[in-house]
């Protein structure tokens, strides 16, 4: 049996894009220095990564369309956080970020990670952007050049 797997490993040619939403920018921003230190850490060269702002995570899948479409970057990172309150907002929000970002990925056909954290409490959002929990920008930066390094295989 062939075995088809992805490295860890860019050869820094690779462009990549991080989309992340500036609300709950306090984590956000943790999992972006996460994601950058990997793309670093891993051969990337920082001028070959571009950061995207938008407003909050139901944004996301509309910068993504918009960047995927232009066929200009390798991978895109998606990073967020939809923290849960008293409402039902948080189920909309975190449902139609999350549908968005798979329907534009099968769309496309392209290399896209899902760093979107959905969590009950502020705590689990903090452990999960660099605590108890590692750092899921990290993680997902990692899922992200492990996933071009298996398309450029397949």
């Given at each position: 049996?062939?075995?088809?797997?992805?490295?860890?490993?860019?050869?820094?040619?690779?462009?990549v894009a991080i989309i992340v939403s500036r609300f709950n920018?306090?984590?956000?921003?943790?999992?972006?220095?996460?994601?950058r230190d990997s793309f670093l850490r891993h051969g990337g060269?920082?001028?070959?990564?571009?950061?995207?702002?938008?407003?909050?995570?139901?944004?996301?899948?509309?910068?993504?369309?918009?960047?995927?479409?232009?066929?200009?970057?390798?991978?895109?990172?998606?990073?967020?956080?939809?923290?849960?309150?008293?409402?039902?907002?948080?189920?909309?929000?975190?449902?139609?970020?999350?549908?968005g970002i798979a329907t534009s990925t099968l769309k496309y056909?392209?290399?896209?990670?899902?760093?979107?954290?959905?969590?009950?409490?502020?705590?689990?959002?903090?452990?999960?952007?660099?605590?108890?929990?590692?750092?899921?920008?990290?993680?997902?930066?990692?899922?992200?050049?492990?996933?071009?390094?298996?398309?450029?295989?397949?």
């Open positions: 049996m062939n075995k088809i797997e992805g490295d860890l490993r860019l050869d820094g040619s690779e462009r920018h306090l984590i956000t921003d943790r999992l972006v220095e996460g994601a060269i920082d001028e070959n990564l571009d950061l995207v702002l938008v407003p909050g995570a139901y944004e996301i899948p509309f910068a993504l369309n918009k960047i995927l479409d232009d066929d200009a970057y390798n991978g895109v990172c998606c990073l967020g956080a939809v923290i849960r309150g008293a409402t039902p907002h948080f189920d909309y929000v975190s449902a139609e970020a999350t549908k056909n392209a290399c896209v990670s899902f760093g979107l954290l959905t969590t009950d409490t502020i705590e689990q959002a903090i452990e999960r952007a660099g605590t108890k929990a590692g750092n899921k920008g990290f993680e997902a930066m990692n899922s992200l050049i492990e996933m071009m390094s298996l398309y450029k295989k397949i």
